[in-house]
């Protein structure tokens, strides 16, 4: 019995261990467009962490909200301030999964199309994506791509009515990872 | 082995198979916040200030690099003349400025004021900037250097005049720390020399302290109080310290501060040195200031 159970134990640390195949970034890319006729808003965070489990397909993101940049210095203030209340809430993150893991052959280099299902935390609230994108794997190298819509309501993000005209209220999300093994 | 103790072996190697993807997760959630800790990181404070004047003095803020400033700036007569004047309505002073951001660090500016046909120049740097994280540091650090040029005609043209009389000077160190979201104070050690002072007695160099606050009503609303203390012996036979409160208010690319002061200059040494107004016997104005920011050149974000 003893036996057994030790062997369910190790089971369970090594299943997770053994097939885990990490990949990480600390330098991806989120870049997000809001296009209206009276303005467009660009920003982009290349300070963007990530870790992929090509085993599980499990993701994850996590990005610090005052890491946006944007060509205008006081749309960031404002960012930071009035919309994404950095402050309050300095992080983003972005926990999922590709559900099609076993459509991608992480041994045999090329495209594959993906589709990640998770959760996204944003402005202290919780919602859940559905996206799909586009996963290269290369020579110990993995190249996540991919954009999804963000409704500023869904999250909270309140736009005054002086400036409704200039922000819209989809915001077009893109991102784009580098993936190396992660040590 | 027993047939209990297979069941039972199974019922916990399912549970823990079970169990596995869900703590994964939240374990590479983890990983992920351990790899990434931003204790190396330093996080500047920002936004102590809506822009970079309290009310008529500086603030601790700059505008950004490759930022300019428009910055109109009205001032009007005192409400204790009554009604024929409107309440001070009829009578209008303004400032033009530009102000330019260079570095993170450094800005410089130029105006006009109508009041006694002043050119002024100034160039402010921050030598500290507020952080918490690996740099900590509780306090931001900016020095202003100020210099004013009265073009007005020289009152008595008969005797020898000298163009350096038409000429001040400003100092200040102002320290600030923004305490919370919404409450930031700072505090101005400030000198004006003047070339050429009224009376024989009165001294060249003026010392007097800067003190002022913003306390946030709304995410785009602020009330902002400023008040200028001449150090006894600093100051001018029949003049006031300068007290300035009022609103500023954020409209998308534009502030827009809203404010009452007793003084008539928008230029450190007219509103800290020259003040005729007593705030307390309703020798008050009532201002604003208009500023519009333009991206002149764009960061690089790549």
């Not at chain 1, 299902?117 to 944003?122: K, M, P, S, V």
């Not at chain 2, 409400?79 to 102000?99: C, K, P, Q, T, V």
Request: proline fraction near 3%; aromatic fraction near 12%.
């Amino acid at each position: 019995m003893k036996r057994i159970l030790i062997t369910c134990f190790l089971s369970g640390i090594m299943i997770p261990l053994f097939s885990q195949s990490l990949f990480m970034t600390r330098s991806g890319q989120i870049s997000f467009f809001s296009k209206t006729s009276m303005e467009n808003i660009d920003a982009m965070n290349n300070e963007v962490t990530s870790i992929l489990n090509t085993g599980t397909g499990e993701v994850v993101f996590a990005v610090l909200v005052k890491s946006f940049r944007f060509e205008k210095a006081l749309m960031e203030e404002h960012f930071n301030e009035n919309y994404l209340e950095s402050n309050k809430f300095p992080k983003s993150t972005f926990q999922g999964k590709i559900t099609n893991l076993t459509s991608i052959d992480f041994a045999k280099e090329g495209s594959y199309a993906v589709t990640i299902q998770g959760e996204l935390t944003l402005h202290g609230v919780k919602q859940a994506v559905t996206t799909s994108g586009q996963l290269e794997v290369g020579k110990g190298k993995l190249l996540l791509k991919g954009n999804f819509p963000v409704t500023l309501a869904d999250y909270k993000i309140e736009v005054p009515s002086l400036v409704t005209e200039k922000i819209s209220k989809t915001i077009d999300v893109r991102v784009n990872c580098e993936y190396e093994p992660k040590k | 082995m027993n047939r209990r103790n297979r069941k039972t072996a199974f019922g916990i190697f399912v549970v823990m198979m079970l169990s596995v993807p869900a703590w994964a997760q939240d374990d590479l959630m983890k990983m992920l916040d351990d790899e990434t800790s931003d204790k190396n990181k330093t996080e500047y404070a920002t936004a102590t200030f809506k822009t970079t004047r309290l009310v008529n003095g500086h603030s601790i803020e700059n505008v950004a690099p490759g930022v300019l400033d428009f910055r109109i700036s009205h001032r009007f007569g005192f409400i204790s003349s009554g009604a024929y004047e409107l309440w001070g309505l009829d009578n209008a002073s303004m400032r033009l400025g530009f102000d330019y951001g260079l570095t993170k660090r450094l800005m410089i500016g130029v105006g006009r004021s109508t009041y006694q046909k002043q050119y002024d120049g100034f160039a402010k740097y921050k030598i500290l900037r507020q952080s918490t994280g690996a740099r900590n540091m509780p306090l931001s650090v900016s020095v202003v250097g100020t210099v004013m040029y009265k073009s007005l005609k020289f009152d008595d043209p008969t005797r020898t005049n000298y163009q350096s009389s038409n000429f001040y000077y400003c100092g200040q160190i102002i320290f600030a720390r923004k305490f919370t979201e919404g409450v930031s104070l700072q505090i101005a050690p400030t000198v004006v020399h003047y070339n050429f002072v009224p009376t024989a007695n009165d001294p060249n160099d003026l010392f007097s302290v800067g003190a002022g606050g913003r306390f946030k009503v709304s995410k785009r609303v602020s009330v902002n109080v400023e008040y200028y203390y001449q150090l006894p012996a600093n100051q001018f036979a029949g003049t006031y310290n300068s007290l300035s409160m009022g609103f500023d208010v954020e409209t998308g690319g534009h502030v827009f501060q809203l404010y009452m002061t007793n003084s008539t200059g928008m230029t450190e040494r007219t509103f800290i040195s020259e003040t005729t107004g007593d705030f307390f016997k309703g020798d008050i104005r009532l201002g604003f200031t208009i500023s519009r920011v333009f991206t002149i050149r764009k960061p690089r974000i790549d």
